[in-house]
């Protein structure tokens, strides 16, 4: 086999086998061990032919114990019901029941139907009985039992006592009105009735039907075996193993002396024995022919497989070049390179979603330049905002409250200088008024900073307060709506949806030319909605975002930011002179990034 060793050795270290070779290589590593297995079978599916014809055989006793089983307690609930019909309950022969006249055209797996008194006497007889015959039953086993234990019994098997084929007697007590046994019904049923109706040609050739007594005499069998019936069959290993009371599986010889796999189950009530048995040979047999032919064809099959790899190949090296070769084009720079769409469905699929790559590739590029624009659109507009906001503080400190300060100092020098008590009064006074204008002026700050209810008493107070601030500075008419909450949401969740409709009034107030605006506030299952609405000029919002791209207007861009951290999403509805209503939805349970969308 060292030429194996040297066909697969790649040509120099590290470098991979062909698909060719492999392809050769993947049909002897199946072949050659499928031919070896496909031997190794004839040997081991024997056995499992053998333990499968035994599950078979088993299912057929069962099915043959549950037939003769159900067979038994229908045949008790008619003797059960003839029983219970007043002139059988007379047990006068004089007056025998119609139904002695028709019970063995209506049931001929009966032998006979016989009622006796206490004292085995025959009172109606369904079959004419020979004159001067005498039946002495009173000393029968099946008779006594009948009397004694006082329901359905069936006898053991015999022949020539009222029949004349082999049978078991079916008993049945008989009650008098005070519910004593006066006597019995007797039906003697032929032992071949015990057995399914079977077809030879549908079962396996030498398969037979076994149906023993407690002692191991045969009593019903099929296919027929007259020369056994009746006869103790001890000795013979399936009669030993069923008279032990052998259920389930077992390989043993028959009363024929050819070994079989035979199932066993036992009939209730009656204490006999089902044996179904299968032949060994013809098991083995037909396994032995099957194997042999499956192992010929799967050599036929490696051997067919050789040429097939070989064009196989071509077909799925050639498409893959020509994709490699395209991969190493745009590897070159050449973007626009494409792979062929062809071969094998697998390659050809991969040449459509190498395609699909580059061109994602590309949307993906664009994708980015375009977020990168805006991230830097958004980072320039927050620096804009933090100077602008530090600039107008700076001047109001400045301006505001540098010079209330000074004019606080200006009289507080002045009372320093000697003077009327009246002038200093007034200089006094004056400083009052300026601290409190200068406190005016803080508060005002600190309001439009951030408002001190939305960590005091939360949103809805918060969203309330700034409405009608900047309504009432802006003259316009406000509305405000809001569903109460079991808790308060998340300190987060509460800045971030301030912040988002502080945005949205500021943008009513400064460009909408609106006279009414309103705000809803609304709880919806795990969800915080924010809607705000307004009858102003309205706008286009697609044209609106690509302004706000180019760096001109950036509250939109804002607005849909920070819901965007916050894990919700924004719906904007406007058109010329139609009005704005702009809907924000939060998740109640925060996720993503907040400090930014917070702040």
């Not at 396994?287 to 051997?303: F, K």
Request: hydrophobic residues 40%.
């Amino acid at each position: 086999m060292s030429w194996l060793a040297t066909w697969f050795k790649s040509p120099k270290p590290g470098d991979k086998l062909p698909i060719r070779r492999q392809l050769y290589a993947l049909v002897l590593a199946v072949g050659l061990p499928l031919v070896g297995l496909v031997m190794k079978d004839i040997e081991d599916d024997g056995e499992h032919d053998v333990r499968i014809a035994g599950t078979a055989a088993l299912g057929l006793a069962e099915n043959t114990a549950a037939y003769a089983r159900e067979s038994l307690r229908i045949d008790r609930e008619l003797l059960g019901r003839i029983a219970e019909q007043p002139l059988v309950r007379a047990l006068d022969s004089s007056r025998c029941d119609p139904v002695f006249s028709v019970f063995l055209q209506m049931h001929p797996e009966f032998a006979n139907l016989v009622t006796l008194n206490q004292t085995g006497e025959v009172i109606c007889s369904a079959a004419p009985l020979p004159q001067g015959r005498i039946f002495p039953v009173a000393d029968t086993d099946w008779f006594r039992r009948g009397l004694r234990e006082d329901r359905f019994v069936v006898g053991q098997p015999s022949l020539g006592r009222m029949a004349e084929k082999w049978s078991a007697m079916h008993v049945q007590p008989i009650h008098d009105e005070l519910g004593k046994v006066t006597g019995v019904i007797a039906a003697p049923k032929e032992l071949a009735n015990f057995l399914p109706r079977l077809d030879h040609r549908t079962l396996q050739a030498g398969t037979v039907y076994r149906v023993l007594d407690h002692e191991g005499a045969l009593i019903a069998s099929f296919p027929p075996a007259e020369e056994w019936m009746g006869k103790k069959l001890r000795g013979k290993g399936f009669a030993d193993l069923a008279q032990m009371g052998k259920e389930g599986i077992a390989q043993t010889r028959g009363e024929d002396d050819v070994e079989r796999i035979y199932g066993f189950s036992r009939i209730p009530g009656v204490d006999w024995h089902v044996a179904v048995g299968i032949p060994f040979d013809a098991i083995l047999a037909e396994n032995q022919q099957a194997m042999t032919l499956n192992a010929l064809i799967a050599l036929a099959i490696v051997l067919a497989l050789i040429p097939v790899a070989w064009v196989l190949s071509l077909r799925i090296t050639e498409p893959i070049h020509r994709i490699s070769k395209a991969a190493g084009e745009i590897a070159a720079g050449r973007l626009d390179a494409r792979a062929p769409e062809e071969g094998a469905t697998e390659i050809a699929e991969m040449g459509r979603q190498f395609n699909k790559m580059c061109d994602i590739r590309k949307q993906v590029t664009t994708a980015l330049k375009e977020t990168s624009d805006r991230c830097q659109q958004l980072s320039h507009r927050l620096l804009e905002i933090q100077e602008t906001e530090r600039h107008n503080l700076a001047h109001k400190l400045h301006d505001e409250i540098g010079q209330a300060l000074t004019a606080i100092k200006i009289h507080l020098q002045a009372m320093q200088r000697p003077s009327s008590t009246r002038t200093s009064s007034a200089h006094f006074d004056e400083c009052i008024r300026t601290v409190e204008q200068a406190l005016q002026q803080v508060r005002e700050i600190s309001l439009n900073l951030r408002p001190p209810l939305l960590d005091e008493v939360g949103l809805s107070a918060a969203l309330r307060s700034q409405l009608d601030r900047q309504a009432n500075a802006a003259g316009l008419t406000a509305q405000f709506a809001s569903d109460s909450f079991p808790e308060r949401p998340h300190p987060d969740l509460e800045t971030i949806c301030f912040r988002v409709a502080q945005e949205a009034v500021t943008n009513v107030v400064r460009h909408a030319e609106a006279t009414q605006i309103s705000v809803e506030l609304l709880r919806r299952d795990e969800e915080l909605h924010l809607l705000i609405n307004d009858d102003g000029k309205g706008f286009d919002p697609q044209a609106a975002r690509k302004r706000a791209l180019s760096g001109e207007s950036m509250g939109l861009l804002s607005m849909e930011e920070r819901v965007s951290l916050a894990g919700g999403w924004l719906k904007l509805d406007s058109s010329p002179q139609q009005g704005t209503r702009i809907h924000a939805i939060f998740p109640l349970t925060l996720a993503g990034t907040f400090e930014g969308a917070a702040s």
